[in-house]
């Protein structure tokens, strides 16, 4: 019997047009395929879950959430992708809202969403916000879920304070429900022991722990180990947990858009204290005051969790396991 070709995840994104991440997304919330290990826990997929993830691709490429087509089997999936190109080619399909594409499905669901979580954020409802929440992070993907739903939930939350239209304590019950929220989901993931490391902090001053936790959770979902160790960190401590962590990466998450004239020189001393090789990623509403400290200190600014996830997905290449 002839042993069967096992394929790295490298050559799995490649052939099935899925990111790395969410291959690893749909194998742990889903169960989509069950990979073999290597003895140092790298995945290896045989041409079987090749072929059925490519099938998946296609049924969510035609508007399907991944939730109601992982119980379908290989052949139910040919059958359904067909019938939806069939309905697409049909003189009625044109102009239609069913011909719209997933992501224009993606996007109503992500924008009913945040409407309906700002609804129950108004009325002062945890339980209906905990509800809206969670049903979105079933339906959506991770990335899509925080880039989509809670980024541009916390930003209309921001600028209706700032408009006096939302009290404080309706800003603290969102964050309190989300905090919690995405704490469970960093938890939950499972990450190989030989993943690359990555610290996630808020530098001294800073304590809006939002944008870290997203951060920690989108490196996370891209394969790598999140350590985040709570906000309002010196860069004494920064420095510390870098290098006992072993970590291979620093993000710093800069949460709120008021010039802070501590941070440059801050900043400088999380450098001197990290060493001059470890590359440092910083983000968040903040960033826009550091640009030039950044490029000072060789750090790499990410306008958006897409950038933080390409610019980690490239370290990832050059590291021998990856999976």
Known sequence: METPI??????????????????????????????????????????????????????VDCGHAISSVVPLGNQELQALVAQARNDRQGPEAIGSTASSGPRDMTQHVTAHAVESALARIIQLDPHGLEGVLSEAAVELPRQAFLQSVIVPLFARIGALWRSGELKIVNEHMASAIVRSMLWDMLRSIEI????????????????????????????????????????????????????????????????????????PSELLRIRRSVGHRMPIYIGGEGVVFVRQTAAKIKAVVVDDLTAFRDQLERFMRDVPDGS
């Open 192 to 263: 190989s022991e030989t993943a690359p490391r990555i610290v996630v902090a808020t530098p001294v001053g800073h304590w809006h722990e939002l944008g870290a936790l997203i951060a920690a959770l989108s490196a996370s979902e891209s394969g790598w180990r999140s350590l985040y160790f709570g906000p309002n960190l010196p860069s004494e401590e920064i420095g510390y947990a870098v290098k006992k962590c072993e970590a291979a990466a620093l993000g710093l998450s800069i949460g709120h858009c008021l010039k802070d004239s501590t941070l």
């Open 6 to 59: 096992l394929h790295p995840i490298r050559y799995v994104a490649l052939q099935t047009g899925l990111k790395p991440y969410l291959i690893r997304t749909w194998e742990v919330r889903y169960d989509v395929v069950c990979p073999k290990r290597t003895g140092n826990n790298r995945r290896l997929y045989s041409d079987d879950d090749v072929k059925r993830l490519k099938l998946l691709k296609m049924a």
